[in-house]
T-cell receptor, first 113, second 116 residues
């Protein structure tokens, strides 16, 4: 069974640029959630995707957007990067029905200069 | 407004003794609670969970206790081992904004150090 994978592992961007982060969900999981973890904080919910549609969103602006593909993999896109977007971005997959437990990938560390 | 609080940033315990990590929450709509362990440069790893209709769940060396009236849960690790040294996050699940969706709200974490 393959776990959740994310790419790239690290990324450096400059303010104003756009970034795309990728996630492959665990085998058999059809729901993907994205989280932002700033230094010294717990992960914060960005949004969740199910059946290729956004299905729940946290308190993040519209410049954070996503996609889910038919194979349940997902992308997180962030436009007009700001310095405060520097964080660890975590992807988690779960089984939609009764799947309270989310399984996390290793994360992508984004640094915005 | 922090809905899930872990008030101890760090905890040191001797190997073989009990580790107790605490978590408080404010939202009565949370219906499921989870503990995750995180090593540096890795994503959080699921450890143990408990439904809001239970007050205790045990899995090997790990036990989670839930006190709904106090809105408090704790994770007990007995006996503690050096490999348990990590950051532990408490998370709570509630319905999200989308139909059938749910989201996890995390505390800030407690760094556990188990001293050999």
């Amino acid at each position: 069974e393959t776990g959740v994978t994310q790419s790239p592992t690290h990324l450096i961007k400059t303010r104003g640029q756009q970034v795309t982060l990728r996630c492959s969900s665990q085998s058999g999981h059809n729901t993907v959630s994205w989280y932002q973890q700033a230094l010294g904080q717990g992960p914060q919910f960005i949004f969740q995707y199910y059946r290729e549609e956004e299905n729940g969103r946290g308190n993040f602006p519209p410049r954070f957007s996503g996609l889910q593909f038919p194979n349940y993999s997902s992308e997180l896109n962030v436009n007009a990067l700001e310095l405060d977007d520097s964080a660890l971005y975590l992807c988690a997959s779960s089984i939609k029905t009764g799947g309270e437990t989310q399984y996390f990938g290793p994360g992508t560390r984004l640094l915005v200069l | 407004d922090q809905q899930v609080k872990q008030n101890s940033p760090s905890l040191s315990v001797q190997e073989g003794r009990i580790s107790i990590l605490n978590c408080d929450y404010t939202n009565s709509m949370f219906d499921y609670f989870l503990w995750y362990k995180k090593y540096p440069a890795e994503g959080p790893t699921f450890l143990i969970s408990i439904s809001s209709i239970k007050d205790k769940n045990e899995d090997g060396r790990f036990t989670v206790f839930l006190n709904k009236s106090a809105k408090h849960l704790s994770l007990h690790i007995v006996p503690s081992q050096p490999g348990d040294s990590a950051v532990y996050f408490c998370a709570a699940k509630a319905r999200g904004s989308g139909a059938g969706s749910y989201q996890l709200t995390f505390g800030k974490g407690t760094k556990l150090s188990v001293i050999p």
